[in-house]
């Protein structure tokens, strides 16, 4: 019988499906089989791996296989035999079970001593092999270099000077890899902390290398896998493997395991021979780092740590992906600085360290400039300029300013490859990062803005949008900047902002404009420029497009063409300017449903074509930013579909004076009102108190806020009040006990604020406060220990003595002592 016959498998496979019906129906049995199957499937991939291996065997070999393929057919008609069998018959089934333990030991034995005999005779033959094939190459190579010793270029060899100008310009190429190009500070340290960290973790531990796509994350765990005092610390056991995006993990785990159990090799690269493989042992301790190189999945994440969870070993992952639950440390790789960055740059454009003499210094400073620090897009965008014209170099800087590729290798290279993290987002999680690109680059983006877009476009509760946002955040694919009080309960979204690198921006871009323009999705302006030419010369068609990305400067009513919008659901109007005029076009956006217009100027806008409003009917959101708010006349058609408003930044100027404004009539059904950072508001005016509707409202960060209306108990719906950092506000109203519905007090900042109402206990449903840096509250009312429904108290440590006093007798309360946090960043632009 043929070696390729035998290991064909048909007679394995007929067996196993035997002793599977025999496992499940004759208990007598029933260990047997399930110690036979157990066998045979863990040697079925070697038995397949040696039938296409092409090999022909010795003779021997061959006869001792020969018999155990007729051992393996006796089992087979044993296994019929079994099966065939009458139940009640037990005398013929104890007979047939003896034979089936037999037949176990018998293969166990094959396994057990010839495979491994064969395995042995194997390895000894491969040794005399390649001893016999490295003398033949080495021998080659004397002749060739003796043949070769009389070329020269300058005063050596030409092979050896070719070599040696290749490794010199890998090493400086690979990420700061070689020479005095080598190790930018940012590489240093990255490489210094994440030294630290594989150091001091703990035995077992995993530490993670984060960034995005071509921040250098591979290039800085090659560099610390090559670090000397890692080495020295690992006892120069250290294992690098590329994980990639479909990994054969049966393999990785094996060649983990061979490491582990002794295959050492003189390189982090080495390849373990799959031979030595000892499934069976238990891992003796040693010293190993294993380095798991672009980890794209969790599931095969988990499998591979297991493996490298042994006694002395520690495994660094390093992925654009953050997995929380198996990583314990993490370092997010930090873009390169200024100066590296050129550096980088200048090699792969001039393949020198500086700007030549004769190069524009103006246009390369701009270009490296829209790289932002990322490795990847300097070394590509780079090497895609390098020996081009002056007008090429203009052509790419406009390109990418505008998000576009400037040149098949910059697509191919640097855009397609940051696109595989997007390829790997569910249906609504790619719709919401492709939304990113509306927003202008280098800026924060209130996450409240995101998720009252997405609630209102992508059918989303606003915990699943914030869901999505983390997904992101944990994909490296934006950057989520928070609050020092961000992710509490009650917490704002507004309190949270997102950032995200300009080449992301640019792939989310590109992959916007893959259609014509009136079919388009989304329609977004790149960045501040006039109004479009391409747009106005298809202004006679109507555009499809769900979301409209506008950003201008100054925009008067001749500037704006006429469009129609008959599908989209969210404008975003971007400008810099002191005076706006909202485009006429928002007449013919019928199902508009979020509005949001910000003005990144230093000084407030005055808006006009306010009335246009009167068309919005859908509207359900409006966020205004640093503009100033106009007067709504009485005379404004209701918008009935009105939900949310929010006022940042803005001159309220009088426009919500209660003797020239009814909000209730004008938003009937608004449920949420935020004021941030208006310091020319003095009072709320009283017509709030009869939105019935609402359940949000926060007044914050006004510093002119001086008092509360008495009204304010009307807010019958009223669940969640913040009236953080507004420093003049000095009394809290007695009737804002009487809010049966509230759930949630801030009044954290608010520095002069002297009492709380001595009746606070009848805010039954209160169930959380935040009184941080009320440095005037000296004493806590007696009456707040029958707000049954209280579970979090923040405070200072002065009065969390009065709090802890007061809910004593409760459990169920935690008083917690805030530190003090004072945060600047709402004056970032």
């Known amino acids: 019988m043929a070696v390729t016959d035998f290991f064909v498998g048909e007679i394995t496979?007929?067996?196993?499906?035997?002793?599977?019906?025999?496992?499940?129906?004759?208990?007598?049995?029933?260990?047997?089989?399930?110690?036979?199957?157990?066998?045979?499937?863990?040697?079925?991939?070697?038995?397949?791996?040696?039938?296409?291996?092409?090999?022909?065997?010795?003779?021997?070999?061959?006869?001792?296989?020969?018999?155990?393929?007729?051992?393996?057919?006796?089992?087979?008609?044993?296994?019929?035999?079994?099966?065939?069998?009458?139940?009640?018959?037990?005398?013929?089934?104890?007979?047939?079970?003896?034979?089936?333990?037999?037949?176990?030991?018998?293969?166990?034995?094959?396994?057990?001593?010839?495979?491994?005999?064969?395995?042995?005779?194997?390895?000894?033959h491969l040794r005399f092999d390649t001893k016999d094939q490295l003398d033949r190459i080495e021998g080659s190579a004397r002749r060739l270099e003796q043949s070769l010793s009389e070329m020269r270029i300058g005063g050596g060899g030409w092979v050896e000077e070719a070599v040696r100008l290749r490794e010199e310009a890998e090493a400086e190429w690979d990420g700061f890899g070689g020479g005095t190009l080598r190790l930018g500070v940012s590489v240093e340290v990255g490489r210094r902390k994440v030294r630290e960290m594989l150091v001091e973790s703990k035995d077992m531990g995993v530490i993670g290398i984060g960034g995005i796509g071509g921040s250098g994350k591979t290039t800085l765990a090659k560099e610390v896998a090559k670090d000397?005092?890692?080495?020295?610390?690992?006892?120069?056991?250290?294992?690098?493997?590329?994980?990639?995006?479909?990994?054969n993990v049966d393999q990785l785990q094996k060649r983990i395991w061979g490491y582990i159990m002794g295959n050492e090799g003189s390189s982090p690269f080495d390849q373990v021979p799959q031979w030595n493989?000892?499934?069976?042992?238990?891992?003796?301790?040693?010293?190993?780092?294993?380095?798991?190189?672009?980890?794209?999945?969790?599931?095969?994440?988990?499998?591979?740590?297991?493996?490298?969870?042994?006694?002395?070993?520690?495994?660094?992952?390093?992925?654009?992906?953050?997995?929380?639950?198996?990583?314990?440390?993490?370092?997010?790789?930090?873009?390169?600085?200024?100066?590296?960055?050129?550096?980088?740059?200048?090699?792969?454009?001039?393949?020198?360290?500086?700007?030549?003499?004769?190069?524009?210094e103006d246009l390369v400073k701009q270009i490296v400039n829209e790289c932002k620090g990322l490795p990847l897009a300097l070394k590509v965008i780079g090497a895609s300029l390098r020996d081009q014209q002056q007008m090429f170099w203009v052509s790419?800087?406009?390109?990418?300013?505008?998000?576009?590729?400037?040149?098949?290798?910059?697509?191919?290279?640097?855009?397609?490859?940051?696109?595989?993290?997007?390829?790997?987002?569910?249906?609504?999680?790619?719709?919401?990062?492709?939304?990113?690109?509306?927003?202008?680059?280098?800026?924060?983006?209130?996450?409240?803005?995101?998720?009252?877009?997405?609630?209102?476009?992508?059918?989303?509760?606003?915990?699943?949008?914030?869901?999505?946002?983390?997904?992101?955040?944990?994909?490296?694919?934006?950057?989520?900047?928070?609050?020092?009080?961000?992710?509490?309960?009650?917490?704002?979204?507004?309190?949270?902002?997102?950032?995200?690198?300009d080449v992301l921006r640019d792939l989310a871009l590109l992959l916007n404009n893959q259609e014509e323009v009136n079919k388009c999705k989304r329609l977004l302006m790149p960045k501040r420029d006039q109004f479009p030419r391409e747009w106005e010369r298809n202004s006679d068609i109507p555009f499809d497009a769900q979301i409209v990305s506008v950003h201008t400067g100054e925009m008067n009513e001749m500037d704006w063409p006429r469009m129609e919008f008959p599908k989209a659901e969210v404008l975003i109007l971007n400008f810099s300017c002191n005076s706006y005029f909202l485009p006429p076009f928002l007449e013919n956006m019928p199902k508009l449903r979020a509005l949001i217009v910000i003005n990144h100027s230093t000084s407030n806008a005055e808006l006009r074509n306010f009335s246009v409003f009167s068309s919005l009917t859908k509207l359900r959101s409006l966020w205004l930013e640093r503009v100033c708010v106009p007067h709504l006349s009485e005379t404004t058609v209701p918008l009935n579909n009105m939900r949310k408003v929010s006022l940042?930044?803005?001159?309220?100027?009088?426009?919500?004076?209660?003797?020239?404004?009814?909000?209730?009539?004008?938003?009937?059904?608004?449920?949420?009102?935020?004021?941030?950072?208006?310091?020319?508001?003095?009072?709320?005016?009283?017509?709030?108190?009869r939105a019935g509707s609402l359940k949000n409202l926060s007044i914050t960060n006004c510093h002119s806020l001086q008092g509360l209306p008495a009204d304010l108990h009307k807010l019958s719906s009223l669940e969640i009040l913040r009236m953080y950092a507004c420093p003049n506000l000095r009394i809290i109203p007695v009737e804002i006990c009487q809010l049966g519905c509230l759930k949630y007090l801030d009044i954290s900042q608010c520095v002069n604020l002297m009492r709380l109402p001595e009746d606070i206990g009848n805010l039954?449903?209160?169930?959380?406060?935040?009184?941080?840096?009320?440095?005037?509250?000296?004493?806590?009312?007696?009456?707040?220990?029958?707000?049954?429904?209280?579970?979090?108290?923040?405070?200072?440590?002065?009065?969390?003595?009065?709090?802890?006093?007061?809910?004593?007798?409760?459990?169920?309360?935690?008083?917690?002592?805030?530190?003090?946090?004072?945060?600047?960043?709402w004056l970032d632009d």
């Open 13 to 124: 496979t007929e067996l196993l499906k035997e002793l599977i019906q025999i496992s499940r129906k004759c208990c007598l049995c029933k260990a047997s089989a399930d110690q036979l199957i157990e066998t045979i499937e863990e040697f079925r991939p070697i038995i397949r791996e040696i039938q296409y291996s092409g090999v022909e065997l010795p003779a021997h070999r061959q006869f001792q296989l020969d018999q155990f393929s007729r051992t393996l057919q006796e089992g087979l008609e044993l296994c019929k035999k079994v099966r065939a069998s009458n139940r009640w018959n037990v005398y013929k089934n104890l007979q047939l079970a003896r034979k089936m333990e037999k037949m176990e030991k018998r293969i166990h034995t094959f396994f057990q001593g010839l495979m491994q005999a064969h395995t042995l005779a194997d390895v000894h």
């Open 764 to 825: 039954g449903r209160l169930e959380k406060i935040d009184m941080r840096e009320c440095e005037q509250i000296r004493r806590v009312p007696k009456s707040a220990s029958s707000m049954k429904s209280l579970k979090t108290v923040i405070c200072d440590e002065e009065v969390s003595l009065w709090w802890k006093d007061v809910v004593k007798p409760r459990e169920d309360v935690q008083v917690q002592v805030a530190d003090k946090c004072y945060s600047l960043d």
């Open 396 to 501: 790419a800087r406009e390109r990418l300013a505008r998000g576009e590729r400037i040149c098949e290798s910059h697509g191919s290279r640097l855009l397609d490859r940051m696109a595989i993290s997007v390829e790997y987002l569910t249906g609504k999680v790619r719709e919401c990062f492709l939304d990113l690109g509306s927003f202008p680059e280098d800026t924060k983006i209130p996450m409240d803005v995101l998720i009252n877009m997405w609630v209102e476009i992508r059918d989303l509760h606003e915990a699943e949008a914030f869901a999505i946002l983390v997904e992101l955040s944990n994909k490296n694919l934006i950057t989520l900047v928070k609050d020092a009080r961000a992710g509490e309960m009650y917490s704002s979204y507004f309190e949270v902002s997102v950032t995200q690198h």
């Open 228 to 247: 000397d005092e890692i080495r020295s610390y690992f006892n120069n056991r250290v294992l690098f493997l590329t994980v990639s995006q479909s990994p």
């Open 648 to 689: 940042v930044l803005c001159k309220i100027n009088n426009s919500l004076d209660p003797s020239t404004i009814d909000l209730p009539q004008i938003f009937p059904c608004l449920s949420e009102l935020t004021i941030d950072h208006c310091d020319d508001l003095l009072e709320l005016p009283s017509s709030i108190c």
């Open 277 to 360: 493989l000892q499934h069976n042992f238990r891992a003796p301790r040693r010293k190993a780092l294993i380095v798991l190189d672009d980890v794209w999945a969790l599931p095969e994440l988990q499998q591979l740590v297991a493996i490298s969870r042994t006694p002395g070993c520690k495994t660094l992952v390093v992925s654009r992906f953050k997995f929380p639950t198996v990583i314990e440390l993490s370092y997010e790789v930090e873009l390169l600085r200024e100066q590296e960055a050129m550096t980088l740059f200048c090699h792969s454009a001039f393949g020198k360290k500086s700007i030549p003499l004769g190069a524009d």
